[in-house]
């Protein structure tokens, strides 16, 4: 039987059906340079018909077309201009061999005006931009926001903090920072990861997680991840989750004394085995991760309650970060004040500082809330007064009269030493609240070496009356 045209490209190249279904315009030639196939998006796009061309020379079909010369040469031609009735296209122009031989030659389409290539170019060098840009953000949402540095205070106990942590850098032991609320624990985690960043001399990544802010049923897979059809609702391609984002660097769990019962084993197990489990996964993926975990409260009572793992606790308290509360270092007072109010005028153009009055009489109030009320509170202060100078008056009246009662005289001097007395022990026994009873630590928020600790310790006991500090 004799072979047609079109018999001796058909075992290199699939056609019919499958040609026609494809949007891209394509035209199939044999060795004579007559029409093969055309398929449907090609005829349209000429406005031809499909039968009538088939068996034509293609440049009947085609015209200008260039592969006749392909045909000669033997040479393909990729992403070549072509000129159409109304528009400059680019096609690819592809022979055919057999046993050594072309015996057809393949033309596609790839763009029916070039116009249609600089839009798509266009829309990719956007596209581009916004991809770094993204990265960009990305890269920064990884990185700590303050360093020790940005820490304002001069006072021995911030002073004492700021060394520890520099020390603390130096070594990637899991860290627990415990302080009553508005103390700046993540600002302290942030400075500790940049010390450990500085001493090791490169970039690490630094991610949190605020564990009371995420719902139970969303924290495994916010930590750990999960893979694709995990569960409904889970992303094409699934999603990393917090630790293989801080793998590397540094995790910060915040409020983990709010962590739900349930996700603490997991949390431990990862801690421990230095792995996750991803949702859906069956296979553990390896992490290097710091932990720094944070809490205002008391892990040790909520552990005798039951609600937080004792072992977990264990290996999150490797080492305890205690933060005094600002009453116990209210000299730095003043230059948080002109800090906050530094940031307020280049935030909102409004520009105010307090005379000394004022700031004497902030030095008084206990501040329950710490730093972060301080800060608030001299935002309201400046935006309410009108006068650049900020006085004692412009305190709210429960701060300010709240300060004025803890300052109240005594009657004489026994109710001096009585007060005196009651105020050591009360502070000594917060203190030693707050460091979770490590009396090392206490001695040092107090500044007082640990053999007096001990004195006043056995005189409470003791129910003896026992001397100033």
Known sequence: MARGPK???????????????????????????????????????????????????????????RLPLVLSTGQPEIASPHQYAESTGLVNRIPVWEEGKVVGCLGMVLFKDIKELSRLLKENRLLTSKLAACRRALKDCLRPKYGLADIIGTSPAVAELKREVEKLGRVRLTVLITGETGVGKELWAHALHRAGEAARGREEPFVTVNCAAIPENLLEAELFGYEEGAFTGAVRGGRPGKFQLADGGTIFLDEIGDMPFTMQAKLLRVIENAEVDAIGS?????????????????????????????????????????????????????????????????????????????????????????????????????????????????????IREEGRALCGAPNDASDLNAILARVEEETIRRVLRETNYNKRRAAQVLGIPRSRLYRRLQGYQSGKKARTI
Not at 44 to 56: C, I, P, R, S, Y
Not at 357 to 372: E, I, K
């Open 282 to 398: 069956e296979k553990p993926v390896p992490v290097d991760v710091r932990v720094i975990a944070a809490t205002n409260r008391s892990l040790p009572e909520l552990v005798a309650a039951g609600r937080f793992r004792a072992d977990l606790y264990y290996r999150l308290n490797v080492y305890n970060l205690y933060i005094p509360p600002l009453r116990q270092h209210p000299e730095d007072i003043p230059l948080l004040a002109k800090h906050f109010l530094s940031q307020l005028y280049h935030q909102t153009g409004i520009y105010r500082e307090a005379d000394q009055d004022c700031l004497r009489a902030l030095g008084r109030y206990r501040w329950p809330g710490n730093v972060r009320e301080l800060r608030y509170t001299l935002e309201r202060m400046a935006i309410k007064s009108d006068r650049e100078v900020l006085e004692e008056r412009d305190i709210p009246p429960d």
């Open 7 to 65: 018999d001796e490209v058909l075992p290199l190249v699939l056609w019919g059906e499958v040609a026609d279904q494809l949007p891209i315009p394509i035209v199939l030639v044999d060795a004579q340079g007559r029409v093969v196939e055309l398929n449907k998006a090609y005829a349209e796009f000429l406005g031809v018909d499909t039968a009538t061309a088939v068996g034509q020379p293609v440049e009947r079909v085609i015209k200008g077309s």
